[in-house]
């Protein structure tokens, strides 16, 4: 199966983002509520092709996982007014300020079966 062009990004699709930061840990508390916020209106909007997974590593480390498996004209996150809030929070108290890759996945193995009673 052949890869297709992301109209938006100009990478292949499926377009994945892999984040990591590290906060200190009196912004840990604030980030895991916004990030509540953000699953929860992606929970009601339901974007298609879309998937997001949001990993506390340490009490100060987070690493994150977007991808979007289909050709779109914006990035599903980018439309969520709660991403965007918590995106201004992390680059306000992020000092390092966040990393990105495009990680290639070599295996999973039932990630879709994660328990929200996890979250």
């Keep these: 199966m ?21 906060l200190p840990g009196s912004a840990s508390d604030r980030n895991k509520e916004l990030l509540s916020q953000v699953f929860k209106e992606l929970d009601d909007t339901r974007p298609d092709a879309f998937s997001y997974l949001a990993l506390q590593i340490s009490e100060e480390d987070f690493l994150h996982l977007a991808v979007v498996d289909d ?34 996945i070599v295996g999973t193995y039932r990630i879709g079966r994660l328990d929200a009673a996890d979250r």
């Design 71 to 104: 050709i779109v004209d914006q990035h599903p996150l980018h439309s969520l007014a709660t991403f965007r809030r918590w995106s201004d929070s992390l680059l306000r108290h992020c000092p390092d300020g966040p990393e990105f890759a495009q990680p290639r």
């Design 2 to 22: 052949g890869q297709r062009r992301d109209a938006v990004r100009g990478s292949e699709t499926p377009y994945k983002r892999l984040v990591s930061y590290r």
